[in-house]
T-cell receptor
Framework: GAGVSQSPSNKVTEKGKDVELRCDPI?????LYWYRQSLGQGLEFLIY????????KSGLPSDRFSAERTGGSVSTLTIQRTQQEDSAVYLC?????????????FGSGTRLTVV | QKEVEQNSGPLSVPEGAIASLNCTYS??????FFWYRQYSGKSPELIMS????GDKEDGRFTAQLNKASQYVSLLIRDSQPSDSATYLC?????????????FGKGTKLTVNP
């Protein structure tokens, strides 16, 4: 597509429930990243997918968080047994490493509220 | 030591003035540096990238890089109220074949008409 698409745009869930957040990157972009941004905070790296390489999961805050990328395109971030501290905006970004001056293009984010 | 540090501000400048935003980073292996603009309630938008020491100009924006001092800055000339946003400094951190950007917490800029 023309941009990075994320869904849902907003999600309110009860504490203890599982949630799935979806990201559809720009067509042809091989790298996909998940970040989260808590209110008034900077962007916290979560996970990075590059082509068929093993993902860099070093930023996942706990084993309740997992992500997968199917067919080198769409990615799903899953948070199990959600906690109130999981409330944040979850941002997905993609980039093409073939571009010399690569930078990320971000999606519009999913605002997750755990009540 | 935090990997990417920015003055959180807020920074307030009058319309038409030069706004100067600063960023320092800790990893000497970093090679790529970016400035993102984030309007309230919106996602970050890439506005500048810089890879070599010196200045890079794009319209009213100038990025400056000094790798010896591990310092990156963004100058906004002729500041406009529409420039009011949070500016995020991002640095590429290469680690074991993985490349990701580490972001500072951002500097909030307000341009007063």
């Amino acid at each position: 597509g023309a941009g990075v698409s994320q869904s849902p745009s907003n999600k309110v869930t009860e504490k203890g429930k599982d949630v799935e957040l979806r990201c559809d990157p720009i067509s042809g972009h091989t790298a996909l990243y998940w970040y989260r941004q808590s209110l008034g905070q900077g962007l916290e790296f979560l996970i990075y997918f590059q082509g068929n390489s093993a993902p860099d999961k070093s930023g996942l805050p706990s084993d309740r968080f997992s992500a997968e990328r199917t067919g080198g395109s769409v990615s799903t971030l899953t948070i199990q047994r959600t906690q109130q501290e999981d409330s944040a905006v979850y941002l997905c970004a993609s980039s093409s490493r073939e571009r010399a001056n690569y930078g990320y293009t971000f999606g519009s984010g999913t605002r997750l509220t755990v009540v | 030591q935090k990997e990417v540090e920015q003055n959180s501000g807020p920074l307030s400048v009058p319309e038409g003035a030069i706004a100067s935003l600063n960023c320092t980073y800790s990893d000497r292996g970093s090679q790529s540096f970016f400035w993102y603009r984030q309007y309230s309630g919106k996602s970050p938008e890439l506005i500048m990238s810089i890879y070599s020491n010196g200045d890079k100009e794009d319209g009213r924006f100038t990025a400056q890089l000094n790798k010896a001092s591990q310092y990156v800055s963004l100058l906004i000339r002729d500041s406009q109220p529409s420039d009011s946003a949070t500016y995020l400094c991002a640095v590429n951190i290469p680690q074991g074949g993985s490349e990701k950007l580490v972001f500072g917490k951002g500097t909030k800029l307000t341009v007063n008409p």
